[in-house]
């Protein structure tokens, strides 16, 4: 939704289609920027097209049936344009076939539209139209809407509505990614890595017994329910802190002081964190199971990096695959050592007894080996042609060419910008750059060293290291020297040493890591092909109360968002819509606040109700200062509560001694002589107008009346209670719903004659052999789509009967408009209909959709019959018929006709 064309910035400031205040306008509208084209051509549209003005210049068809390119003379959570799925494909019947299909979208089963995939042009103004039925941008609660998409060369609808298996091996040639039957948005490598990934423990989930510690289990979701391949932990938050491959486009929230935030922490333009495991270890993890519910893919840094410890799982992984392979290279050198320990044992044994160890100490000499004469024989790095040497700073024996030892060059403090930039302090003073940090880099014309963070090397040298296959080489030369009758012994040959095996000892301290990385952003993902801005963000757009419709922006219609298709060119793509509402029964906290609601708040052990204090929000008396947040009058954040509103009789006791008071807790008192033991509080007092009275000597206080007529603590006192409809998984909810795939297209490039241009576009005559691109000359492309199914209202509902959208558009002379429609065979609304109506009310075959462009009288369109052709204005100037999905350098005739054979090349054929 920002501008992409020097003429689109221009546009007129009050309405402004690629500015948020286009939210702000009750129609769409675009104001003639150019003097010499002031008057404009107003486009009605209600079920048909009228003509406002006489200037009319060509229209260009493009296929008969699926879209037109016209040029204009001068809560629940469902998606009407772009067409929401609502995990629907092609059903007949009127709710769906599978809700957990491709996301969970918790609306209800009879929303959505059967599969009708669209394509848009790169720079296209396409309205985003939606309904949700909980309110948003009103003082009923706490909304976010929030737009996405994501494009993958595997993304696809499927020809089933079944899910997505789990299990590779019930897809075709065990790869589900690519098992074209099966629909899928996210895929299975992703849903993996979430299905094992420990859950961000920090999070507030109320009273809910979450069934599992990773990703899969959340508040909304506590039994990990799986839908497609989405992740639960990433649907229910916004901004998520892991990678995903969704891209935000725009951001409505009540509160647009955090607008900020959203921008700055979005996946556009941040980075994400994630814990990479070595591929061997993550697969066998996985293989058996992935620990089940519990997980085994750290969450944090932390955790991450705790794998790296000598006793972690990773490391006991390829520390017992190596260790088997060198169990009998240990046991020699382990028999050498006792050799040594028991030939140098006997020599001072004898040395005691016979005071004659000369010639055992020869003996011993002769069979010692020191560690530098080893080396001599079987150097770490030139075993075999010298042309390697030890690198200086590994943490065990690594061998570099020779050659690259004088390219190894320490890293030097540089100045680096958010961006990544590297300045040098002459560069930074120079551009005027204030926000950097001070980091190690490398200098220009070098790379990270592999070996060691301190040095940094050529390119050319960066991968020729040797470190494992090197020091099996250097083993099987000790072992040859050491023999059986060898051993190893200091300098001095005084003191038996035990050989050690690099090969065995080397893996150990450089086994495969656990590294906490950085996954790009999506900006730095997509440089090359595009500019990608944090999402846009403005205030959510006004609708009613449990009524899906009724917005602001269009008085009983659905709310809309103008956006401007990026130039991210691609085949198969979807739209996301997630509308998110929160209760504010937080005791005043803010729940977008993570210091304030966490999971400190979450349900304490031996409690039914979560730890938010509703006592103190609401001014209750503390009862019992060991837990603070609960009273008996029911005021508790639990599944649904039963309240007492009135408490006229109710027994509040005190301490008996007052210099035993705890200040912030009438309930209790201290024991005297403790500091920090305490009891409950005895003494007992009854709101004014009734009194204590204690009966029959007992010491439990009851409440009286100014009759003195006994009421007995546990009266109900003649009140009632409510039990409230409280869902406390829902207090905090997220719907969704997405769109079936589309295609993100280049601008056709139709070359037409210079002087068929300028007429249609109104210029002055160029050379008659020159070329031009009709599509170039377009102000702005607008899209103007039929949304909706086939049936009555009724039947319909919660998805919408056919209309325009948008429905009523003003143009300019310089404007082009893109008019598509697509639709289903299969939009019967069969039973089960539940409470409502089944069947597919109109015109032609059962289930289908169909649709006719005609002209209407020009001043009223409450008239039933369509304008006769001969006094039609709306079609009197289309020059040419085009298919954008043909070659170029198809021939205008094959071109019209590439798509239906109905189509001409001009309108004398077509009509």
């Not at 296929?63 to 009407?80: E, R, S, T």
């Not at 992984?317 to 060198?326: L, S, V």
Request: net charge neutral; hydrophobic share 30%.
């Amino acid at each position: 939704s920002e501008p992409r064309t020097r003429r689109d910035s221009a546009a007129s400031p009050d309405c402004n289609h690629t500015d948020l205040r286009a939210n702000q306008c009750l129609h769409l509208r675009e104001r003639s920027r150019r003097a010499a084209r002031k008057q404009s051509l107003n486009r009605s549209l209600s079920a048909a097209l009228r003509k406002q003005s006489n200037r009319m210049a060509s229209w260009v068809l493009a296929a008969c049936f699926c879209a037109l390119l016209l040029q204009g003379a001068v809560a629940d959570m469902y998606l009407h344009n772009m067409r929401g799925s609502n995990n629907r494909l092609d059903e007949a019947r009127r709710d769906r076939n599978n809700a957990n299909r491709l996301f969970d979208s918790q609306n209800n089963n009879r929303g959505g539209y059967n599969v009708g995939s669209m394509y848009y042009f790169e720079g296209e103004s396409l309205p985003i139209e939606w309904t949700n039925q909980h309110a948003c941008g009103s003082e009923y609660n706490d909304c976010q809407i929030v737009i996405q998409m994501m494009c993958d060369d595997r993304l696809r609808d499927g020809a089933t509505t079944q899910t997505i298996p789990q299990d590779p091996s019930n897809c075709a040639n065990n790869d589900c990614n690519n098992d074209v039957r099966y629909g899928m948005h996210e895929d299975y490598d992703y849903y993996t890595n979430c299905r094992y990934r420990y859950r961000n423990r920090g999070l507030f989930t109320a009273d809910r017994n979450l069934n599992g510690n990773t990703a899969r289990f959340t508040r909304q979701n506590e039994d990990g329910t799986r839908r497609g391949y989405e992740c639960p932990e990433e649907r229910d938050h916004y901004p998520y802190w892991h990678p995903s491959p969704w891209i935000d486009l725009v951001v409505f929230t009540d509160d647009t002081t955090r607008c900020p935030y959203y921008q700055a922490e979005s996946e556009n333009v941040k980075g994400r964190n994630f814990c990479w495991l070595p591929n061997d270890w993550y697969h066998s993890m996985v293989g058996n199971g992935g620990n089940g519910n519990n997980g085994f893919i750290p969450n944090t840094e932390a955790t991450c990096t705790a794998l790296n410890a000598p006793t972690s799982a990773l490391t006991r992984f390829y520390q017992g695959r190596y260790q088997a392979q060198y169990a009998a290279l240990q046991a020699q050198v382990m028999y050498s050592r006792q050799m040594c320990d028991i030939t140098w044992a006997n020599c001072i044994l004898q040395g005691i007894g016979l005071n004659s160890t000369a010639s055992c100490v020869a003996s011993f000499n002769a069979a010692a080996i020191t560690q530098a004469e080893l080396d001599a024989v079987c150097n770490v790095c030139n075993v075999t042609d010298g042309s390697y040497v030890t690198h200086p700073s590994a943490s065990c024996p690594t061998c570099i060419p020779l050659s690259c030892a004088s390219a190894l060059v320490l890293r030097v403090l540089a100045n680096v910008t958010a961006n990544g930039t590297v300045l040098t302090l002459a560069q930074t003073q120079a551009a005027n750059v204030t926000a950097y940090s001070e980091q190690l880099v490398c200098p220009p014309g070098s790379v990270a060293d592999p070996v060691s963070n301190v040095y940094c090397t050529s390119a050319a040298c960066a991968g020729r290291v040797q470190t494992v296959e090197k020091m099996r080489n250097v083993d099987a030369c000790r072992s040859a020297v050491m023999g059986s009758t060898r051993f190893l012994t200091d300098a001095n040959k005084t003191t038996c040493l035990t050989r050690s095996i690099l090969t065995y000892d080397c893996f150990a301290a450089d086994l495969p890591r656990a590294i906490w990385a950085n996954a790009s952003s999506h900006a730095d993902r997509y440089r090359a092909q595009l500019s990608i801005p944090p999402p846009a963000c403005t205030s959510a757009p006004w609708s009613r109360v449990n009524h899906l419709g009724n917005g602001i922006l269009q008085p009983g219609f659905t709310n809309f968002f103008n956006l401007t298709t990026w130039p991210l060119i691609h085949n198969h793509c979807t739209l996301r819509a997630r509308y998110n509402i929160t209760t504010n029964d937080y005791a005043g906290l803010d729940p977008h606040n993570s210091s304030q609601v966490n999971s400190s708040l979450n349900r304490p052990q031996g409690s039914n109700a979560a730890a938010i204090d509703l006592r103190a929000f609401y001014g209750f008396p503390l009862e019992n200062g060991q837990r603070t947040y609960e009273n008996s009058r029911g005021y508790l954040f639990q599944q649904n509560p039963t309240v007492q509103m009135f408490d006229f009789y109710k027994v509040i006791y005190y301490c008996d001694n007052p210099s035993l008071e705890i200040p912030t807790d009438p309930s209790r008192c201290r024991i005297a002589g403790s500091a920090t033991n305490t009891r409950a509080a005895t003494r007992a007092y009854c709101k004014y107008p009734y009194h204590t009275k204690y009966q029959n000597g007992s010491t439990a206080a009851v409440c009286a009346n100014a009759a003195n007529q006994t009421i007995p603590a546990t009266a109900t006192d003649g009140d009632f209670t409510l039990r409230l409809a409280i869902n406390t998984n829902q207090f905090g909810r997220t719907f969704q719903d997405r769109s079936h795939t589309f295609r993100l297209m280049t601008r056709p490039k139709f070359a037409t004659p210079a002087a068929l241009t300028d007429s249609i576009m109104g210029r002055r005559p160029r050379n008659a052999g020159q070329q031009a691109n009709v599509f170039d000359n377009c102000d702005t492309l607008w899209n103007l789509n039929v949304r909706g199914k086939r049936g009555n209202i009724v039947q319909t509902y919660p998805a919408v009967e056919y209309d325009f959208s948008p429905n009523d558009l003003t143009i300019s002379d310089a404007d082009c408009i893109h008019v598509q429609w697509t639709g289903s065979n299969t939009h019967n609304n069969g039973d089960p209909a539940g409470d409502g109506q089944a069947g597919d009310a109109g015109e032609g075959t059962g289930g289908t959709d169909r649709h006719n462009w005609v002209e209407l009288q020009h001043t009223n369109f409450a008239t039933s019959y369509p304008l006769p052709w001969e006094n039609n204005t709306l079609f009197t100037f289309l020059k040419d018929a085009y298919s954008p999905l043909a070659s170029q350098n198809t021939p205008t005739q094959e071109r019209a006709t590439s798509r239906d054979i109905r189509c001409g090349s001009d309108w004398e054929t077509t009509k």
